[in-house]
């Protein structure tokens, strides 16, 4: 009988508990992974599933990375994927966002993810085995969108830290990728905040992709799958849009700001 994808394999996903992180979570661990899930809260979504164990705690702090890789090494006894999908992203004009919210969006951004992959490409190289980072970044990177500047900026750092990460990694045989959705309508798929998006800004953003719909997280877990798979083992430092063709060209969005605590993701 043929073995699944990713059987015997161990993955860290960050913010796995909602939305895109519960849809690659799921994917791994239909693919034979286990996954030692870090996030936030933990919804109930993966009780009884033996494969899948769950943490609470904040990417922010600086012990939390350590937390991550100890628990899924002394469970499992290795780590061999990174998915860094905890995000926080408060909407908020460049005149009224207040600086607290500002450095806590690259706190867990681009630090908690920074120290994240750190700590994993240390385990690869003690371990001197191979691995495979993906983080999950944003189409508002490249094309941004007003009450968006905390959010695009740091996921642009994001994409710019994953190529240094690649580079410095890949002679210990670490990939590091991205991968950036462009809309995703995470209903259905996530119990935090569903209504963050009134109708008017979803149906703006569905005008705004050739290929007529909103994403689903499927298609990104699809996408960190593969580039966490061995059919990508010569793919390191690249950004794979995943939007529907939303970046494809340019498109104006008035400013939203969403209701208040709607903010993080993992």
């Not at 809260?41 to 599933?49: I, Y």
């Not at 460049?94 to 120290?115: H, I, Q």
């Not at 994409?159 to 210990?172: D, Q």
């Not at 290929?211 to 877990?221: C, K, S």
Request: proline share 5%.
């Amino acid at each position: 009988m043929l073995g699944k994808r990713f059987d015997n394999k161990v993955a860290v996903v960050t913010g796995g508990s909602n939305g895109l992180g519960r849809a690659i979570t799921s994917e791994f661990a239909a693919a034979g992974a286990r996954v030692l899930v870090c996030d936030l809260v933990d919804t109930g979504f993966f009780t009884n599933k033996p494969e899948i164990t769950t943490i609470v705690a904040d990417v922010a702090d600086h012990g939390t990375a350590a937390l991550a890789m100890d628990t899924a090494i002394d469970r499992w006894g290795h780590v061999d994927i990174l998915v860094n999908d905890a995000a926080a992203y408060p909407d908020g004009t460049v005149l009224e966002m207040p600086g607290p919210e500002w450095d806590r969006v690259f706190a867990v951004n681009v630090t908690g993810a920074f120290l994240l992959m750190q700590a994993f490409g240390r385990h690869c190289i003690e371990r001197g085995a191979p691995g495979a980072v993906v983080n999950i970044s944003t189409g508002s990177a490249r094309s941004p969108r007003p009450s968006g500047a905390a959010y695009a900026a740091s996921k642009a750092a994001v994409e710019t830290m994953s190529k240094v990460f690649a580079m410095e990694l890949g002679p210990h045989g670490i990939r590091v990728n991205v991968v950036a959705p462009g809309y995703i309508d995470v209903r259905g798929w996530s119990s935090a905040f569903p209504d963050r998006a009134p109708d008017e800004l979803r149906a703006q953003l569905v005008e705004s992709i050739p290929l007529g719909r909103a994403g689903d997280p499927a298609d990104i877990a699809a996408a960190v799958a593969f580039l966490c798979s061995a059919e990508a083992s010569h793919i390191t430092g690249t950004v794979l849009e995943v939007d529907g063709g939303s970046n494809a060209g340019r498109f104006a969005l008035r400013a939203h700001t969403a209701p208040a605590g709607s903010s993080v993701r993992g």
